[in-house]
């Protein structure tokens, strides 16, 4: 069973920066799409980000502010959150999955999570 584990979060002023990662338990060959999602108190799990076949998506709310990006040789998968705001706070989750190109940010055409990392920014 292919695992997930995250790590990267933590505590950081609003603008600031952070970067998480995802390290599988082994190369992720039968997944076409690995993504991370977040979920803040309250709210739903959302898709803010995910590399498929390839090829990086991003949520209009942080395009432009976060980049995600593979290291294949380390099955890693990192999540570069520059310029953050209060309302990017949430618990962060990586997913992996054989996704349809419609569903690529949709939370139930994954079948592999993480246990998630905090990620808190402050004003």
């Known amino acids: 069973v292919l695992q997930l584990v995250e790590s990267g979060g933590g505590s950081v002023q609003a603008s600031g920066s952070l970067r998480l990662s995802c390290t599988a338990s082994e190369y992720i060959t039968s997944s076409n799409s690995v993504g991370w999602f977040r979920q803040a108190p309250g709210k739903e799990r959302e898709g803010v980000a995910v590399?498929?076949?390839?090829?990086?998506y991003y949520a209009d709310s942080v395009k432009g502010r976060f980049a995600i990006s593979q290291d294949n040789a380390k099955n890693t998968v990192y999540l570069q959150m520059n310029s953050l705001k209060p309302e990017d706070s949430a618990m962060y989750y990586c997913?992996?999955?054989?996704?349809?190109?419609?569903?690529?940010?949709?939370?139930?055409?994954?079948?592999?999570w993480g246990q998630g990392t905090q990620v808190t920014v402050s004003s």
């Open positions: 997913a992996a999955g054989s996704v349809s190109w419609s569903g690529r940010f949709d939370r139930r055409e994954y079948i592999y």
């Open positions: 590399i498929r076949g390839g090829t990086q």
